[in-house]
C-alpha cells in the first residue's frame, strides 16, 4: 500500500505503466478527483485496475489524496473473483464491491492519519479475502515461482513442478488469473526491466540482464507492453516514486514526501 497526496495547479495526465498486480486506487479527495481512461472507457474515482489495462492514462488537478494498493493476482481474485474478468480494463470500485465501496471510501476518509487508513484498508481487505474460493494452490505456486524468477521460467517447467500436464495449468491459470502463464511471464519481465531502466541503466545491459534475446527484442516488449520506446519509458513519472512507495528492502523504508507507505498485502 502507499498513500499520495497531490498538488496540481492545472491538469496532470500521466501514463499508467503496466504492472505484475491488480491495482486497488482508492480516491479520497474532496475535489474532483482522478478519472481514467483506456481503450475508449472512462471511470472516475476510485477503481480496480485489472493485469494489462492497455493505454491507461491518469488525469486530475487540484489537492487530493489517493490510497494506492497492489494485489498479486492470487490474492486479487479471493477479493474480487476470478481475476480474468478484470484482465484489460479498468472498472469502478463501486461496480465491483458494490456499496461497500462507499462504506470504505467514507471509513478511509475519516482517518485522521495515513498510518489510521492503512490499518483500515487492511482490515477490510481483510474481511473479504474469503468472499471467493481461493485459486488452486498450483497456480499460485506457478504465479509466485514466474514472480521470483522474473519471467525467466518455462511453462513445461511450472507444469512438471505442480504434476500437471502443459495443458491443464495453461488452462486453470488463465481462467483464474486472467493471463495464460506464457503472457504472465512476459508481464514480470517487462517489469523487471522497466525498473531497471528507470535506475538509469543502459537499454543493451537492461536487455542482457532481464533474458531478453537483443535490445531489438526489448524494444519491442516496452512498445508492446508500455506503447513507448525503452528511453521514453526510463522517464516515465509514474515509475519515478516506486523507490519511495515500495522500496526494494524494509531498510531503506522512507516515507514519501506527502504520504507514507507500509509492506504489500500479501
Known amino acids: 500500500m502507499a498513500g499520495f497526496r497531490h498538488r496540481a495547479p492545472a491538469l496532470v495526465d500521466i501514463s499508467m505503466v503496466a504492472y505484475p498486480s491488480v491495482t486497488l486506487l482508492v ?3 474532496e475535489g474532483a478527483g482522478v478519472a481514467y481512461e483506456t481503450r475508449g472507457r472512462h471511470e472516475h474515482g ?9 493505454d491507461l492514462r491518469a488525469t486530475g488537478w ?11 493476482p492470487v490474492a486479487a481474485a479471493t477479493l474480487f473473483g476470478a481475476s480474468a474478468e478484470l484482465t484489460g480494463t479498468v472498472a469502478a470500485l463501486e461496480d ?5 465501496a462507499g462504506q470504505a471510501e467514507d471509513r478511509l476518509r475519516a482517518a485522521a492519519s495515513w498510518d489510521e487508513r492503512f490499518a483500515i484498508a487492511a ?11 481461493p485459486v488452486d494452490p498450483e497456480v ?24 500437471w500436464s502443459r495443458k491443464r495449468l495453461w488452462s486453470r491459470f488463465g481462467s483464474q488469473l486472467g493471463v495464460t502463464p506464457k503472457r504472465a511471464a512476459r ?5 523487471h526491466a522497466a525498473h531497471l531502466l528507470a535506475a538509469g541503466h543502459a537499454a543493451a545491459r537492461v536487455a ?3 533474458g531478453y534475446v537483443d535490445q531489438s527484442h526489448l524494444h519491442r516488449e516496452v512498445a508492446s507492453f508500455a506503447g513507448l520506446t525503452p528511453t521514453a519509458l526510463a522517464a516515465a513519472p509514474w515509475l519515478a516514486v516506486d523507490d519511495v512507495a515500495w522500496p526494494a528492502s524494509s531498510l531503506t523504508q522512507r516515507p514519501a514526501k506527502d504520504g507514507e507507505r507500509i509492506p504489500d498485502l500479501r
Not at 482490515?123 to 474460493?133: K, N, Y
Open 140 to 163: 499460485a505456486h506457478a504465479w509466485r515461482r514466474t514472480f521470483t524468477s522474473r519471467g525467466r521460467v518455462r511453462v513445461d517447467g511450472l507444469a512438471d513442478e505442480v504434476g
Open 96 to 100: 465491483v464491491w458494490g456499496r461497500d
Open 46 to 54: 476510485s477503481v480496480v485496475v485489472g493485469l494489462l489495462p492497455g
Open 27 to 29: 480516491d479520497l479527495s
Open 187 to 191: 508481464l514480470v519481465r517487462f517489469d
Open 208 to 210: 542482457a540482464e532481464s
Open 123 to 133: 482490515d477490510i481487505l481483510g474481511r473479504r479475502l474469503g468472499a471467493h474460493p
Open 62 to 72: 487540484g489537492v487530493g489524496e489517493l490510497l494506492q494498493i497492489r494485489l498479486e
